[in-house]
């Protein structure tokens, strides 16, 4: 029988998984930015959303965005690398989506890493344009690629 992925708010206990997600799948090579206070931080600010995708119980990945008056920012989305090609990346970056539309957000950015090539592709497969690339974005080091989606 297939589990089905789970979807919802991440509770304070996760904060160090994601934390460690983060490090070992988005931020690696650079500092740790996203600590478990920090993304303790996230999960009480009423303007963010962290969430988790979970299967068989267990988390297997997290996205969390940021909300303003229209626009939100997805600041991070990381799937475990053993549970990807599963679509977990896309359901939960849908749930986003729709949780950024009942809060009357109009139009989505992030940012990815320039060489991360698989999360360019990514963003690109669910609709997201590439809107410009920005030197030394991450810590002087990497460049990063903006996109953006507007919501319809």
Same mark, same amino acid.
């Given at each position: 029988?297939?589990?089905?992925?789970?979807?919802?708010?991440?509770?304070?206990?996760?904060?160090?998984?994601?934390?460690?997600?983060?490090?070992?799948? #988005?931020?690696?090579?650079?500092?740790?930015?996203?600590?478990?206070?920090?993304?303790?931080?996230? #999960?009480?600010?009423?303007?963010?959303?962290?969430?988790?995708?979970?299967?068989?119980?267990?988390?297997?990945?997290?996205?969390?965005?940021? =909300?303003?008056?229209?626009?939100?920012?997805?600041?991070?989305?990381? #799937?475990?690398?053993?549970?990807?090609?599963?679509?977990?990346?896309?359901?939960?970056?849908?749930?986003?989506?729709?949780?950024?539309?009942?809060?009357?957000?109009?139009?989505?950015?992030?940012?990815?890493?320039?060489?991360?090539?698989?999360?360019?592709?990514? =963003?690109?497969?669910?609709?997201?344009?590439?809107?410009?690339? #920005?030197?030394?974005?991450?810590?002087?080091i990497l460049d990063a690629v903006r996109f953006g989606k507007r919501l319809e």
């Amino acid at each position: 029988m297939l589990a089905v992925p789970d979807i919802r708010l991440a509770v304070p206990q996760e904060a160090r998984h994601i934390a460690e997600l983060s490090r070992d799948n #988005i931020e690696f090579g650079l500092s740790w930015s996203w600590t478990a206070a920090r993304v303790l931080q996230a #999960i009480h600010d009423p303007s963010t959303n962290v969430a988790v995708v979970l299967k068989r119980d267990q988390v297997r990945g997290f996205g969390i965005m940021h =909300y303003g008056d229209e626009t939100g920012h997805l600041a991070l989305l990381a #799937i475990d690398p053993a549970q990807r090609h599963q679509r977990l990346g896309a359901r939960l970056a849908a749930w986003l989506e729709q949780s950024a539309r009942a809060a009357g957000i109009f139009d989505i950015r992030l940012e990815a890493r320039a060489d991360n090539l698989a999360a360019i592709a990514f =963003y690109q497969r669910l609709g997201f344009a590439q809107s410009g690339r #920005i030197a030394g974005y991450y810590e002087g080091i990497l460049d990063a690629v903006r996109f953006g989606k507007r919501l319809e």
